[in-house]
């Protein structure tokens, strides 16, 4: 597969690959969140489906449920779930993610229920107790799952499919290695495809995917680059976000995205254990995200670190209207970046609104002229 | 260009100072001198407060809000810790401790936008200054913005009891014990409704007793404990004798005691003070009921409000509504259904105390595993037990969770009962949103038109059900 | 050499063109349905009375929403934000300015620059009527005045009228039961001027304000307003020796003429 193919798949909500898995028996379950152990559902030998919503603009039956106050992004992705796209999907996990994501799955469950519906509950502050409590609710999580498609999963297959997705843990953190050089081989754009892609796929034929562009890129240069950039917020799955920064000179050499390296930093399993507690463990400790309410700290630290490493000019945070976690995160971010001189524009905009895209725009182009002169 | 860079705490203080020194009863005249002292908008919000039908009353529960304030303020002078807390957690819990004060801050917001000129935009206007986003939730984000924003009153700590039940609460909490450098303790809720999920509870309730010991510097006293919680016993049978009340037609409780049954929750429960405000609010009511005194010609309506009122205009909601014979049979934050705690032993305080907590407005509603389903159960229940016509919900903006599933409590409440809801759009705590005459004409065509019909459309059903009992007697 | 700036907004465009010597000549006019064709008009009336072509720029810059669009025809070598533009057109203007209030027609941004006239920061409002000219063409409309009018008339009330409201469409409903009322239009126009400049001021303070302070754009021609900000901001604006609505204009011309230089 080509980067050409990587965008084209990525763009679509049932890629190539998708549609033949399920044409060939394979099922699908659906799960929102980076906090979601994808293990699991691999495990049990089905593919775990990142929910999206590509950028869909149109929310009239989501906001027959949802009202205007809740995030466009899971309006586009309720609206999505109700009118038929989503009907491939053969289960669905959520995640208390946020309010809104809380509130886009009560209202797909109540309009449209799916056949195999699982809430995993995810603690917002990682102690001992809710550690434990995690581990506990993978392990209700697994036994729900082999119930209801009456399948085992057993601890090696577990440990088969933590440590495939180590190797493409690994390989992702190669990409965004190679996105960062001084002359970089991937823009921002085409590695949030392959971010996408990649949660559509089963992670065995990803891996093969991640392995080709490690080695046609391997010796790419990309040089026109006006000011080199990290994009950090809310949920958004807008390639053509993206696209839109870097068309007027800014390259993304790192991010801190949801459906970003945010999903794999700092995750890696080792080699032994009870499987759930590891996974508990990997997928709570150092979540960073802006749910976890008392570890600004290790977010701060890791942005910051990001655009050292990445030797950014400046940092775009972004958040969608009315997420309240990225919305006020944001501004401590901001606070903290600016109190050592690093330039951060803050965006506030609407998901999936194209009239949104030129009021970005004219920020972003400022921003760009401001920091690269 | 500096602005006024005096704070909420020490603004609304000063006005609590005045409270203080009032007397008990207070004639026409005498409330009118007064008053006259006061800036317009203080006088204007006040003056709900000081309708001659529950004046004293009022005066009881003022001066018992007063009080805590006062109390809050000396509070570091005394040598205790002022831990800035949410409206979902129980203040006994603070309480219980010799050497800490709670401070609420959504109280503190509500009272700066009641008792101050102005009310608390300059303080959501610090805010916003800061970059915050204009979808926070302005009930605790005026104070908040006061404590980032100006010169004012500092906390020493925060607890957090809002993670699980609500982002924004939790964010901008986390916001401030980051900004003003002072620790955060956290109260998890789990989104999960089975024994599991209060166990987990209970547990971390444990340590956060444990926490607040070692920040405080104190362990939590049995004795102590079993006193405030026996005195919160109290104000729960205070709380169930005026639910009780609330059933009677025309309701005897005015409108605006829904509004100080849960400020008594926020701030002073478990304490004498409460009590004695609680059994003032029950002895009026008790006298009105046996009076039959309302103060419409006739009820119009029973309103049970679902989510919060609105409280930048207090004359024109809660008086106003009663003197168009709209009652306010209470709104979200009183559906807490307190328990009484088992005293025995620690651990069964504690229990008490996780019990509590769970229970607290928007944790109990909105903190479980479905948005929907315990908000709808509270109001199905609280509408059947009191006998309301319609519900109203107010639609706050900043309230992610219930603007989320308002669409399914809407349906249920038509589906299982019949009982229609409006739904509002405003900010409850700030007045330039959503004027309060647009509010009260929503209010009043709601009456008008789909209540007043349906009532019909009732006693239509009622006539010709009996009719044909009649006829097949016959 | 002449270098020549156009701005294509939502409801005005203009234009400039200078040469070393400062502004040679400016336009100014209500934009058409497209922007290339409001740039055309702008800048060709601006030609016409000056009898130059467009082959005598040198350079042009186009700032402005319509930016992109004139620069796609041809009629522009570069576009550059209007933030930038506003930006450095002020600071040539006056070099002790750190801080620029621009209020248009439909937006509202906040602009402040470093010791050398780069820029530091911005914030922009270009979502909501509220403290855009817009606001003041609702408020006119409903008092029954012009845009020219409401500004100095207002300087006389002693007892502005207070608007209790922050959406634009409360405030009209205000302002005509007040007039109903029988309230004076000297005293709504000054309640109208007040609000307007506390949603300036609410914009404002997202930026760390520094002095100097200057208001730019069409809203500061209005007196009431400009001095309400300088009572609420506590400083003394700038005053801007040309017309405030064509610093955007003026400072993409100018920034034609450094990058034309290079």
Partial sequence: MKMEDVLEQAAVMQNEYLKKYKSDGGRVIGYACIATPVEIVEAAGMLPYRLRALGNNRTEIADAHLSRFNCSFCRSVLQLGLDGTYDFLDGLIETNGCDHIRGMFEN????????????????????????????????????ALQKHFDVAISEDDLWSAIRQQDRIRAKLKKVTEMRERDEPAFTGTEVMAAFLLGTAMMSTDFEKVLDRLIEQREN?????????????????????????????????SADNLCYGSRAFWGREAGESGDPYAVLAGMYLENLPCPRMFVEFPYRRDLMISSVERAKTDGVILVHNKFCDVHGVDNVQLRLALEKRGIPVLSLEKEYGATADLGRMKTRVQAFLERIAG | MEINQQGLFDRVAKIMELIERMQYKLSDEELEGLMNFLPPDSRHSLSAFFESRFRDTSIIFLKAISN????????????????????????????????????????????????????????????????LPDHICSSNTIELGSMLGSVDFKPQAIVSAAPGGCDVNAKIHEFVSHYLDIPQYILQKPPDDSERGMEAYIKYTNTLISELEEF????????????????????????????????????????????????IRFSIWGTDEAITALEAMVDLCKKRLEAKAYPAKEER????????????????????????????????LDL??????DLSSMDTMVEGLATAAWNMPMTRQVGGESMSRQWTEDVVHSARELNADCAIYCGHHSCKQTWSVVSILRKELMDRLGVPLLILQGDSWIRKMTPISVIQHEIEEFVNNVVSSKKKTKRKLRKRRQNNNQQQGE | MLFAGIDVGSLTAEAVVLNSGGIISYESMNVLPNPVDSAHEVMGRLLKKQGLGWDDLHYTVSTGYGREKVQEEGMAQQNISEISCHGFGAYTENLEVRTIVDIGGQDAKVIKLNGNGELADFVMNDKCAAGTGHFLEIMCKALGVTLDEIGPMSLSSRKPVRMSNRC???????????????????????????????????????????????????????????????????????????????????????????????
């Fill in chain 2, 336 to 341: 807490f259904f307190p328990q009484p705690v």
């Fill in chain 1, 108 to 143: 797909w469950q109540y309009v449209n229920p799916s056949e195999f519906f699982h809430y995993v509950r995810v603690p917002h502050v990682m102690t001992e107790d809710s550690l434990e409590y995690f581990t506990n609710d993978l392990r209700l999580w697994s036994e």
């Fill in chain 2, 68 to 131: 805590w304030i006062l109390r809050a303020r000396i509070a570091p002078e005394q040598g205790k810790k002022a831990i800035i807390v949410p409206f979902n957690f129980p203040v006994e819990f603070i309480h219980g401790f010799s050497k800490a004060y709670p401070i609420t801050s959504e109280v503190l917001s509500t009272l700066g936008v009641v008792a101050l000129e102005g009310q608390g935009e300059r303080y959501w206007d610090m805010a916003m200054g800061l970059g």
């Fill in chain 3, 168 to 262: 634009s469409i409360y405030v009209e409903t205000e302002v005509i039961h007040y007039l109903q009322r029988g309230e004076s239009k000297v005293d709504l126009a000054a309640g109208i001027n007040k609000a307007m400049a506390e949603r300036v001021v609410a914009l404002v303070r997202r930026v760390k304000v520094e002095e100097r302070v200057m208001m730019t754009g069409g809203v500061a021609k209005n007196i009431a307003v400009r001095k309400e900000l300088e009572r609420m901001l506590g400083t003394r604006m700038l005053d801007s020796k040309i017309d405030p609505q064509i610093i955007g204009a003026y400072g993409a011309a100018l920034l034609a003429q450094r990058e034309g230089a290079r």
């Fill in chain 1, 220 to 252: 790419h240069k990309i040089t026109d680059i006006k000011a080199r950039l990290l994009l950090g917020g809310s949920a958004t799955d807008e390639v053509e976000f993206l696209e839109m920064i870097e068309s007027q000179g800014g390259h993304i």
């Fill in chain 2, 216 to 263: 405080i510097g104190e362990e939590l006293s049995e004795d102590r404990l079993r006193s405030v919680l026996g005195k919160a016993n109290r104000c729960t049978e205070l709380y169930y004798e005026l639910w009780d009340l609330h059933k009677a037609r025309p309701s005897p409780v005015p409108n605006i005691f829904s509004l100080y049954i849960y400020a």
């Fill in chain 2, 301 to 332: 309506a029973r309103t049970l409000w679902v989510y919060t009122s609105y409280y930048f205009d207090f004359p024109n909601l809660f008086n106003w509504m009663e003197e168009s014979g709209y009652s306010h049979l209470g709104d979200g």
